[in-house]
């Protein structure tokens, strides 16, 4: 047999195989996409993805979001190989799935755990998604046995916070235990749990008598639910989702602080403003504690944050904010289009006031879509007064002489 007829042959066998493979895939419902996102399409999607984790993201070919996060989410998948599945859905095309999972923006991010969708939760960026892989496929309740592995805990943690189960270690109450686990399952991709018995942690709480959960954040005092909450799945579940952030969070969680269902406090300050930035920031967390001078009743209304003026300028110019009028507090209703701010409220108990004032009702919100347009351009003019002022006078003046220069239409007959 002649090398050409071998050859001949060989290429014959490849294209076979390679049909075989297509037909394999197209059964399935899945075709290989770049990196390891797989593409899914309806008729095999609900087989695909009811084993194991799947983080899929429905896009539209057109969507600029979708285009920037494409080369993210292939990058993440790499980095997460072996601990969960990345798969695409053109949303444009699969309308069935679209319909079914409520897809209404794009990129649209949802996690398949055995089948089951949940809301994606995780960050957005290479290491988000990786760290969201770590934590879904990992326990929901980590074993504190030592200071040493609760400072790492919360070293690690997303948010800096961490919520610790702490028990005696002949204390085993299982439904206790039962609904911790019930609800640390349930939030673990976005939240840290841990449990202890550990002697060295029991005596930093002062005695206090166990079981109880702890909400812990370095250079914070620990929070506390002990009692009949400890066995209610549903309440020990509100108290840590209201617990859930630092006493005051960083801009990076600015998404899930607007999806909370609380107005967000933004504390808007230059990193560089030294002195004044120190003890404005000071007023805020003060204002934020439990415990602290505001009202339990407007506290518990509210979240607080931080924010940096001079890199999201941009940003805060649109509720009335510039760089060089730092530092200032925004009150963000996201959900409602509105938000409220005061350039007069800079001292303590200014800014105690003015959230008291925004959360029962008394100061005046302002809209943030096209009905909130006139009194943002009022400020603009404020802003550059007295030019604008003149410069609006004078066009005034021009059209009122033009007016009155205007011949008359009598006159034109004439």
């Known amino acids: 047999t002649s090398p050409a007829r071998i050859g001949m042959?060989?290429?014959?066998?490849?294209?076979?195989?390679?049909?075989?493979?297509?037909?394999?895939?197209?059964?399935?419902?899945?075709?290989?996409?770049?990196?390891?996102?797989?593409?899914?399409?309806?008729?095999?999607?609900?087989?695909?993805?009811?084993?194991?984790?799947?983080?899929?993201?429905?896009y539209a070919p057109w969507c600029a979001h979708c285009k920037a996060l494409k080369p993210v989410?292939?990058?993440?998948?790499?980095?997460?190989?072996?601990?969960?599945?990345?798969?695409?859905?053109?949303?444009?095309?699969?309308?069935?799935?679209k319909a079914k999972y409520g897809v209404d923006g794009y990129p649209k991010l949802l996690v398949f755990v055995d089948g089951e969708p949940r809301e994606?939760?995780?960050?957005?960026?290479?290491?988000?998604?990786?760290?969201?892989?770590?934590r879904i496929t990992g326990p929901a309740v980590h074993k504190a046995g030592s200071v040493a592995k609760l400072n790492h805990m919360q070293n690690d943690s997303s948010n800096k916070v961490v919520f610790v189960y702490h028990r005696q270690a002949d204390d085993d109450d299982a439904q206790e235990r039962a609904a911790y686990a019930a609800v640390a399952e349930g939030l673990k991709t976005s939240l840290t749990f841990a449990e202890t018995s550990d002697a060295e942690l029991l005596a930093r709480h002062d005695g206090r008598a166990t079981p109880f959960v702890a909400k812990l954040e370095k250079g914070e005092d620990p929070?506390?639910?002990?009692?009949?909450?400890?066995?209610?799945?549903?309440?020990?579940?509100?108290?840590?989702?209201?617990?859930?952030?630092?006493?005051?969070?960083?801009?990076e969680q600015f998404g899930e602080l607007i999806r909370s269902g609380?107005?967000?406090?933004?504390?808007?300050?230059?990193?560089?403003?030294?002195r004044r930035t120190r003890s404005f920031k000071k007023a805020i967390r003060k204002l934020a504690r439990q415990g602290g001078p505001l009202a339990a009743n407007v506290r518990e209304r509210l979240h607080f944050m931080e924010l940096d003026g001079v890199k999201w300028e941009e940003f805060t110019t649109?509720?009335?904010?510039?760089?060089?009028?730092?530092?200032?507090?925004?009150?963000?209703?996201?959900?409602?289009?509105?938000?409220?701010?005061?350039?007069?409220?800079?001292?303590?108990?200014?800014?105690?006031?003015?959230?008291?004032?925004?959360?029962?009702?008394?100061?005046?919100?302002?809209?943030?879509?096209?009905?909130?347009?006139?009194?943002r351009w009022w400020r603009m003019a404020l802003?550059?007064?007295?030019?604008?002022?003149?410069?609006?006078?004078?066009?005034?003046?021009?059209?009122?002489?033009?007016?009155?220069?205007?011949?008359?239409?009598?006159?034109?007959?004439?």
Not at 238 to 251: I, L, R, S
Not at 262 to 274: H, M, N
Not at 357 to 373: C, I, K, L, P
């Open 9 to 58: 042959a060989l290429s014959r066998q490849l294209v076979a195989a390679a049909a075989v493979v297509a037909c394999v895939f197209m059964f399935a419902g899945v075709r290989p996409a770049a990196a390891k996102v797989v593409e899914l399409s309806e008729p095999g999607f609900e087989r695909t993805v009811a084993k194991g984790v799947w983080i899929v993201k429905f």
């Open 73 to 97: 989410f292939e990058a993440a998948s790499e980095l997460a190989a072996g601990q969960v599945n990345f798969a695409d859905v053109d949303a444009t095309v699969e309308t069935g799935l």
């Open 120 to 134: 994606y939760d995780g960050g957005r960026s290479e290491e988000g998604f990786a760290l969201y892989a770590a």
């Open 223 to 251: 929070v506390y639910l002990a009692g009949a909450d400890l066995k209610d799945e549903e309440a020990l579940r509100k108290w840590v989702t209201d617990n859930q952030f630092p006493v005051v969070a960083g801009e």
């Open 262 to 274: 609380r107005l967000v406090v933004a504390a808007i300050v230059d990193p560089e403003g030294k």
């Open 318 to 375: 649109t509720y009335n904010v510039k760089a060089n009028d730092l530092p200032r507090v925004v009150v963000f209703d996201r959900p409602n289009k509105t938000f409220w701010e005061d350039a007069t409220v800079d001292e303590d108990d200014e800014i105690a006031g003015f959230l008291a004032d925004v959360v029962e009702g008394r100061a005046s919100a302002q809209r943030e879509d096209f009905w909130g347009a006139p009194m």
């Open 383 to 414: 802003d550059y007064s007295p030019w604008s002022f003149a410069g609006a006078g004078s066009l005034v003046l021009m059209i009122g002489y033009a007016c009155f220069l205007a011949p008359d239409e009598d006159d034109e007959d004439d």
